[in-house]
């Protein structure tokens, strides 16, 4: 863990999850807040050490990794806070993660956790794509959804903050089957992320990078690997159901999913899978004895 300069205005704390923070004139803006406040802890130590001020918070998505810290920063700071549409209905009502994880049922006592729901944060501001200020701060921010519904990133002195609109290979391949809620949406974030410019960028999780194009065209080639291995799943077996399917992808990736809050996450990014799929047209589903089942489309 460690507090990184990259130009006269950019920082970011750099740790499983990255904060970033940026300063002009007397406007100190943070990105991200760590996932609780014992990590954003760290961060306000080492603006205070260095005399830098924080004015501002900018949520760039609504998981609690992400979040988690920002009360506690809230309630040591008169901070502005921003986040993005859609995603600042989660901040403020942060039980909807686990409830829609849990598919609409009362979450149970397990998924209450700090994993899944942050302390509720007060939102000051709704952000959506185009140029911002922040104070004395003026940034461009776009959306990249995949990960997250309207993820957004943020673009700073020409410094890329993309929150989780990609992650660094050993963060793929540490969880084996990244979290997504939309392939599609993924991979559309990916590409425009090539199109961008900026020079240099930190992913949320990861390091920072000058030119991050071979680390984004390795996430490309990582999900096009898990879509292929699903497709070929789905030839052999036929016509399999969505609870088999989870079970056998989690299977042969072996995951790390040893509860309930693990698995309904690896269970919504294999959907995600199946349904970019279908999107392509290269599967169907039909429901059969009430249950959801997938098969190869007859050609």
Same mark, same amino acid.
């Given at each position: 863990?460690?507090?990184?300069? @990259?130009?006269?205005?950019?920082?970011?704390?750099?740790?499983?999850?990255? @904060?970033?923070y940026?300063?002009?004139?007397?406007?100190?803006?943070?990105?991200?807040?760590?996932?609780?406040?014992?990590?954003?802890?760290?961060?306000?130590?080492?603006?205070?050490?260095?005399?830098?001020?924080?004015?501002?918070?900018?949520?760039?998505?609504?998981?609690?990794?992400?979040?988690g810290?920002?009360?506690?920063?809230?309630?040591?700071?008169?901070v502005?806070?921003?986040?993005?549409?859609?995603?600042?209905?989660?901040?403020?009502?942060?039980?909807?993660?686990?409830?829609?994880?849990?598919?609409?049922?009362?979450?149970?006592?397990?998924?209450?956790?700090?994993?899944?729901q942050?302390?509720?944060?007060?939102?000051?501001?709704?952000?959506?794509e185009?140029?911002?200020?922040?104070?004395?701060?003026?940034?461009?921010?776009f959306c990249?959804?995949?990960?997250?519904?309207?993820q957004?990133?943020?673009?700073?002195?020409?410094?890329?903050?993309a929150?989780?609109?990609y992650?660094?290979?050993?963060?793929?391949?540490?969880?084996? @089957?990244?979290?997504?809620?939309?392939?599609?949406?993924?991979?559309?974030?990916?590409?425009?992320?090539?199109t961008?410019?900026?020079?240099?960028?930190?992913?949320?999780?990861?390091?920072?990078?000058?030119?991050?194009?071979?680390?984004?065209?390795?996430?490309?080639?990582?999900?096009?690997?898990?879509?292929?291995?699903?497709?070929?799943?789905?030839?052999?077996?036929?016509?399999?159901s969505?609870?088999?399917?989870?079970?056998?992808?989690?299977?042969?990736f072996?995951?790390?999913?040893?509860?309930?809050?693990?698995?309904?996450l690896?269970?919504?990014?294999?959907?995600?899978?199946?349904?970019g799929?279908?999107?392509?047209?290269?599967?169907?589903?039909?429901?059969?004895?009430y249950?959801?089942?997938?098969?190869?489309?007859?050609q």
């Amino acid at each position: 863990m460690s507090f990184q300069q @990259i130009n006269t205005s950019c920082f970011y704390y750099q740790s499983s999850v990255n @904060i970033g923070y940026v300063k002009q004139g007397d406007t100190g803006l943070l990105i991200d807040a760590g996932i609780d406040r014992s990590s954003v802890k760290k961060v306000l130590k080492e603006l205070r050490k260095r005399e830098l001020p924080l004015t501002h918070l900018f949520i760039t998505h609504a998981h609690a990794d992400h979040y988690g810290g920002g009360a506690y920063v809230q309630d040591q700071y008169n901070v502005h806070t921003s986040a993005p549409v859609f995603e600042e209905a989660v901040l403020r009502n942060p039980a909807l993660e686990p409830l829609y994880l849990f598919g609409g049922n009362d979450p149970l006592p397990e998924l209450k956790n700090k994993f899944l729901q942050g302390p509720p944060l007060k939102i000051d501001s709704v952000v959506e794509e185009g140029p911002v200020s922040f104070g004395e701060i003026s940034a461009d921010v776009f959306c990249l959804p995949g990960h997250s519904y309207q993820q957004m990133a943020i673009k700073i002195n020409d410094t890329l903050y993309a929150a989780d609109s990609y992650f660094s290979e050993e963060t793929l391949f540490k969880h084996r @089957i990244p979290y997504i809620t939309d392939i599609s949406k993924t991979i559309e974030s990916l590409k425009r992320l090539r199109t961008l410019p900026f020079n240099g960028s930190v992913p949320g999780h990861g390091v920072f990078e000058k030119d991050p194009s071979a680390t984004i065209q390795s996430n490309l080639n990582y999900h096009q690997g898990l879509l292929n291995w699903l497709l070929e799943y789905i030839k052999e077996e036929g016509e399999v159901s969505q609870e088999t399917i989870v079970s056998s992808m989690c299977k042969h990736f072996d995951v790390h999913a040893p509860g309930l809050s693990q698995w309904l996450l690896y269970k919504t990014a294999v959907t995600a899978y199946l349904l970019g799929l279908m999107d392509k047209g290269l599967i169907e589903d039909r429901f059969v004895d009430y249950t959801w089942v997938f098969y190869v489309k007859c050609q």
